[in-house]
């Protein structure tokens, strides 16, 4: 068993040309841009209250697996086995791609309760946990436990929506953002130390500032367009989606690059940034857009 849950030299004789991109492209699907691209996407085009669902499912989910990276200290697999070099020294268990994309894609086929979303979802996840062992940067252990936690945070995240918590829905928009920021001081006292100073609880509490700024950009979005009209034309959802990808991805490049030049340090870079980024999904760019006339 152990062998089973730790070693990787089963992976080495499955690698191939043909095979190593295609596990990159899955993979791709569980790092920040492919979540910065599909979230706002969504929420664009497809259903506002789908997406803030999802959104908060995943900044539970990412501050939950940070924190247990961090309390575990798991070592990943050897070095020598990596065709992956963007995991920047973080633990192994739990994998946050897994978790994240069980929890993610199974949330989302849930909310479209159709056939073929179920499938796809099965599919996605499956394909982007087995990316991990492929490219060598996480064992079964890390993959299975990652699993676990992905479906842990569904039951959660339901048990949150249930009638249990309609007090909290009721509750002002300026409590629940002043709920996330108190999130902050409040995790970095329980962080584990050996995470608490570094870059892995930046990183992962810098999603709830992310989350704040989604919802104070979708409170001013719902106030400005409290229903939204019929779906624009194929061609005007192009243009919002590429158009819209390309400003936030130069604000983030602006943030990422100007922020330190200036003198500021990295928390103000990440926690304001992130908040910048996520009200600019949801109240900026929808009000642009329809200033633009391209959403009805």
Not at 114 to 127: D, E, H, M, Y
Not at 199 to 210: N, W
Not at 248 to 268: K, M
């Amino acid at each position: 068993m152990e062998d089973f849950l730790h070693s990787m030299d089963w992976v080495l004789p499955l690698r191939s040309d043909w095979a190593t991109p295609i596990a990159d492209g899955f993979t791709a699907l569980g790092y920040t841009t492919f979540f910065l691209i599909f979230l706002p996407i969504g929420y664009w085009l497809w259903d506002r209250a789908v997406f803030t669902r999802l959104a908060v499912l995943i900044a539970i989910s990412a501050v939950v697996n940070g924190w247990f990276k961090d309390f575990w200290q798991d070592a990943r697999p050897d070095p020598k086995y990596w065709l992956d070099g963007r995991i920047d020294g973080s633990p192994g268990r739990p994998s946050g791609h897994a978790q994240i994309a069980v929890a993610m894609w199974l949330w989302l086929a849930y909310e479209i309760r159709k056939n073929w979303a179920w499938a796809a979802a099965i599919f996605i996840a499956a394909g982007i946990c087995f990316s991990r062992l492929y490219l060598g940067v996480h064992d079964v252990d890390d993959i299975l436990t990652g699993i676990a936690f992905g479906l842990a945070s569904i039951g959660l995240f339901m048990l949150l929506l249930g009638p249990g918590f309609d007090w909290w829905r009721r509750l002002p928009v300026w409590v629940h953002l002043a709920v996330i920021l108190a999130l902050v001081p409040a995790l970095w006292v329980i962080w584990p130390p050996e995470g608490a100073a570094g870059s892995s609880f930046f990183g992962h509490v810098a999603v709830l500032f992310l989350l704040f700024g989604w919802v104070a950009g979708q409170t001013l979005d719902y106030r400005l367009a409290p229903e939204r009209g019929p779906r624009a034309e194929a061609w005007r959802q192009i243009v919002m989606a590429v158009g819209g990808i390309a400003v936030l991805l130069g604000i983030r490049w602006v943030i990422e690059t100007g922020g330190p030049a200036i003198g500021l340090d990295r928390a103000t870079v990440a926690y304001g940034g992130a908040a910048i980024l996520g009200f600019y999904m949801t109240g900026l760019a929808p009000m642009s857009f329809r200033a633009l006339k391209l959403m009805k």
